[in-house]
């Protein structure tokens, strides 16, 4: 699997024919075309800038709510770290980089006495997904608090929006497709640090008895429809525990699926499908996916 055109000159790291299965939560997935793990934005901003715009780009934290196919993705996936990664306070606003981990940015906030992103210890993604999907948890989210918002366009160009621009809904940005965020700020109140430290104990001590945790999965697997549960239909269409292949929904917390150990994207896949399926043909109600699945199977493009 070779990619064919050339690729920019880089000052951080890029390879090509990455298997990305280690790098996601589901430990699924075939390879990359190329891995690009950027110094900076800078870094990002002219590998951009020169790409062939035909070629597909995927902007990747660390990949927790990602359902890479078994295909893989035919372009370049980039990673976040380092540089873009770094969370930093200033006065009452946190800054964090799109490659940050959100429990990493509330723990930060937590230290320097901020209230307003205790949720995020709850949600195991990273900043950059937090505001492209409003991500949220345990009664908050990202709107709620973003100050503004950077992105990188596929000419390279940088771009400051507010929440305005955004128009949040559940789950869901106005950030257009191709947009890769690279930094966001969010304002902050003053608060007491114990206090705060308190409700995050209380947030880590929720998850740990309702998700399964420390197993293989994506994390939610379905959005909640308006005024319902996801989990609450899937348990009521008899999926709680369903299995295909190496693939099963989790008993703990049902609109989990899990990777018991080796199974394919295709499996997960088709699993998730299936109480899809059930849910509607049960109770009427089509659920969307929450996981973001993308990439190549059985030699076709998504």
Request: aromatic share 6%; hydrophobic share 45%; proline share 6%.
């Amino acid at each position: 699997m070779s990619l064919p055109l050339d690729l920019p000159p880089v000052q951080g790291m890029l390879r090509r024919d990455v298997l990305m299965a280690p790098l996601t939560w589901l430990r699924v997935g075939g390879p990359a075309r190329a891995l690009f793990n950027p110094a900076d934005i800078a870094d990002l901003a002219g590998f951009l800038a020169e790409l062939d715009p035909s070629v597909p780009v995927l902007p990747v934290g660390v990949a927790s709510n990602l359902l890479l196919r078994d295909g893989g993705f035919p372009g370049v996936v980039v990673r976040f770290g380092g540089p873009l990664a770094r969370v930093e306070v200033e006065g009452d606003l946190l800054i964090a980089g799109a490659g940050a981990l959100d429990q990493r940015a509330a723990q930060v906030a937590q230290r320097a006495g901020l209230s307003g992103l205790e949720f995020m210890i709850g949600v195991p993604g990273t900043i950059g997904g937090a505001v492209r999907m409003n991500a949220g948890a345990f009664g908050g989210e990202t709107a709620e608090r973003l100050l503004w918002a950077e992105f990188l366009d596929r000419s390279g160009t940088l771009h400051r929006v507010g929440p305005e621009e955004l128009a949040f809904s559940y789950r869901h940005s106005a950030l257009p497709e191709e947009a890769l965020v690279v930094r966001a700020a969010f304002r902050l109140a003053p608060g007491d640090a114990g206090a705060v430290l308190a409700r995050m104990e209380a947030i880590r001590a929720e998850r740990e008895a309702a998700q399964p945790l420390r197993v293989a999965t994506g994390g939610s697997t379905f959005r909640n429809p308006p005024g319902m549960k996801a989990w609450q239909l899937i348990d009521a269409a008899g999926c709680r525990g369903l299995r295909l292949g190496r693939a099963m929904v989790s008993e703990k917390h049902c609109n989990f699926l899990i990777n018991t150990g080796e199974a394919a994207a295709a499996e997960i896949e088709e699993l998730g499908e299936t109480v899809r399926r059930r849910v509607l043909a049960h109770g009427g109600v089509e659920l969307q996916w929450e996981v973001v699945r993308v990439g190549t199977g059985g030699g076709e493009a998504a």
